[in-house]
């Protein structure tokens, strides 16, 4: 199990700050079932996934959706994988290079880690920014 060096960490986290500061909800899940779909531009995997820990959510919502769409950029979504976890977030805004903002449905996610691939200060960076996690579905 790979884990990312404190200097890599510092990096990685202050990137992190834009897109999770954006996004609608923040999330750890687990993927239960990923099924390729035709391509509608960026989302090309539907998952079904377990919401583990919820970092973010509005508050006018009950529930995440268990059903997302997620992005095919990025080293995480790549080697996504049944029954491991993900930190991703969804909703919100995305910034792409071409574009611009892009505005996100809330059941459009963009993986960003593997959860295993965090570490502790990572992951307490990420409480403290986003504050206190949620409650799961």
Known sequence: MRKFRRET???LFDWHKSTLSVANWVSRVKILRKNEV????????????KHVEIFKKPWTRLY????????YYGD??????????Y??????????SQTGDVPM????????????DLTDEYVYE???F???????N
């Open 9 to 11: 960490l510092s990096h």
């Open 38 to 49: 035709p391509s509608t531009g960026m989302f090309t995997y539907l998952y079904e996934v």
């Open 64 to 71: 995440l959706p268990t059903e997302i769409y997620g992005n």
């Open 76 to 85: 995480a979504i790549l080697r996504s994988r049944v029954g491991r976890e």
């Open 87 to 96: 930190l991703i977030r969804g909703g919100g805004m995305y910034w792409h």
């Open 105 to 116: 449905r809330d059941d459009e996610a963009l993986f960003l880690e593997r959860w295993e």
């Open 126 to 128: 990420l409480k403290t």
């Open 130 to 136: 986003l504050r206190k996690p949620v409650v799961p």
